[in-house]
């Protein structure tokens, strides 16, 4: 089964089409949680209306589920508390221009 860190880093693959940074840099995933070889994923959008939505939840799902020991993935898009730039890390805020 991967660790936290592999799975953070199989999300890092999934990218916002809208601001082309990755999903966990944006600060969209709230939670990974494992057990056995299920996974669940606690995450938002930029916002409740994206319309990119449903293929960023569907990428991470197919990320997540290429990973060796995981059988099953859970994403539960989440809008409370609600997203803001805060959450970025410096490197996406670097990338937006935002300081």
Same mark, same amino acid.
């Given at each position: 089964?991967? &660790?936290?860190?592999?799975?953070?880093?199989?999300?890092?693959?999934?990218? &916002?089409?809208?601001?082309?940074?990755? %999903?966990?840099?944006?600060?969209? %995933?709230?939670?990974?949680?494992?057990?056995?070889?299920? @996974?669940?994923?606690? =995450?938002?959008?930029? !916002?409740?209306?994206?319309?990119?939505?449903?293929?960023? %939840? !569907?990428?991470?799902?197919?990320?997540?589920?290429?990973? &060796?020991?995981?059988?099953?993935?859970?994403?539960?898009? @989440?809008?409370?508390?609600?997203?803001?730039?805060?959450? =970025?890390?410096?490197?996406?805020?670097?990338?937006?221009?935002?300081?």
């Amino acid at each position: 089964m991967p &660790d936290e860190t592999a799975l953070l880093d199989a999300l890092r693959q999934v990218i &916002d089409p809208e601001l082309m940074i990755n %999903v966990v840099d944006l600060g969209l %995933v709230y939670g990974v949680e494992q057990s056995d070889d299920k @996974v669940k994923v606690d =995450m938002t959008l930029t !916002s409740p209306a994206c319309p990119a939505g449903p293929q960023i %939840v !569907s990428q991470a799902k197919m990320a997540l589920e290429k990973l &060796d020991g995981v059988k099953e993935v859970e994403i539960k898009l @989440v809008m409370s508390p609600p997203w803001s730039p805060d959450r =970025m890390t410096d490197e996406a805020r670097d990338q937006l221009g935002i300081f």
